[in-house]
């Protein structure tokens, strides 16, 4: 079996990144301007962000 790694993707990869891109930038939008908070990834794991985002504990 000769599985062939691309160094790059195909047009048709980069526009749907790009298309996946644009909708989280749009509901992260949305949710800023609702005030409402969101949960991302950040150093590996998930972080809440916003003004009435859920405290951060360090844990046990």
């Known amino acids: ?3 062939a790694k691309k160094s ?7 526009r749907q990144l790009e ?4 909708a989280v930038r749009n509901a992260l939008e949305r949710k800023r301007r609702l005030g409402q908070y969101a949960v991302i ?4 794991k998930p ?8 405290r ?5």
């Open 19 to 22: 298309l996946l891109r644009q």
């Open 8 to 14: 790059t993707p195909s047009p048709e990869a980069q």
């Open 56 to 60: 951060q504990d360090s844990g046990p």
């Open 1 to 3: 079996m000769n599985t």
């Open 47 to 54: 972080v809440s962000v916003g003004k009435d985002a859920p």
């Open 41 to 44: 990834w950040q150093d590996g």
